[in-house]
């Protein structure tokens, strides 16, 4: 992706990074990145920007509602606050002669190493134990809506991917963001059943959404609030 900048009549700037593709239609989303255009190869630049002028109300408010979502970036210390299952947990980092195991107690998770001004061995070690959390619930998790499904249970593989949190591919392994971790239960539930439908129909369609109605029935709700809980769940 390169960066450009598209100029607004009162001088100002939105900058925009940008993907050329082999597609027939301009696509457009809002991340935490900001704006980011994906573009046919074919299109010309002056024509590209003329279309994103055309959508400078939406691309202005989208930008700002994604500015009142911004979180705090991490700070890895003593007295920090995480989340675990939809629930807040405070990070306690405190000295030891040796690095020891991260020890998780309702509502606290204690992190014991020489050098506490660390933060990059903080974080290190928190991540660690984040994903090991994450493989065994959603394991678990995968197992029971698999038989609810009435297919076998498929192969977890933990995502680290910042633009999806879960995949199914034609091999019907199974992916999760390990970040899901931090949300709600109900949330977590609604992006397995989403995925293990795919084990049925690789599209979303109408037949697709069906099954995961049936899997999970409130999976509108919980989709909608996965999207609220976005910006949070990528702090770390």
């Known amino acids: 992706m390169n960066e450009h900048h598209l100029k607004l009549p009162d001088g100002e700037t939105i900058p925009y990074l940008l993907e050329r593709r082999s597609r027939r239609t301009v696509g457009l989303k809002i991340n935490q990145s900001g704006l980011v255009v994906h573009a046919p190869n074919r299109i010309s630049q002056s024509t590209l920007e003329q279309m994103l002028m055309s959508k400078l109300d939406w691309i202005i408010k989208k930008l700002h509602a994604q500015k ?70 959603f394991s678990r998790r995968i197992a029971l809506l698999s038989a609810k499904l009435g297919v076998t249970t498929p192969p977890l593989f933990l995502s680290s991917a910042r633009s999806r ?19 709600p239960p109900h949330i977590i539930n609604y992006v397995v059943a989403h995925e293990l439908a795919h084990l049925k129909e690789m599209n979303h369609s109408a037949k697709f959404w069906a099954i995961v109605e049936r899997i999970y029935p409130d999976y509108k709700t919980a989709e909608k609030e996965l999207k609220a809980w976005s910006a949070k769940l990528h702090r770390i």
């Open 165 to 183: 949190w879960g995949s199914c591919n034609s091999k019907q392994e199974i992916r999760l963001n390990w970040r899901l971790l931090q949300a």
């Open 68 to 137: 009142l979502n911004q979180v705090e970036t991490m700070q890895w210390q003593d007295g920090a606050e995480l989340l675990l299952l939809g629930n807040q947990i405070t990070l306690s980092v405190r000295p030891d002669t040796v690095s020891r195991a991260v020890d998780y107690q309702p509502g606290l998770l204690e992190v014991a190493l020489p050098n506490t001004g660390n933060q990059t061995v903080i974080a290190k070690k928190v991540l660690q134990w984040y994903k090991k959390q994450a493989l065994s619930d």
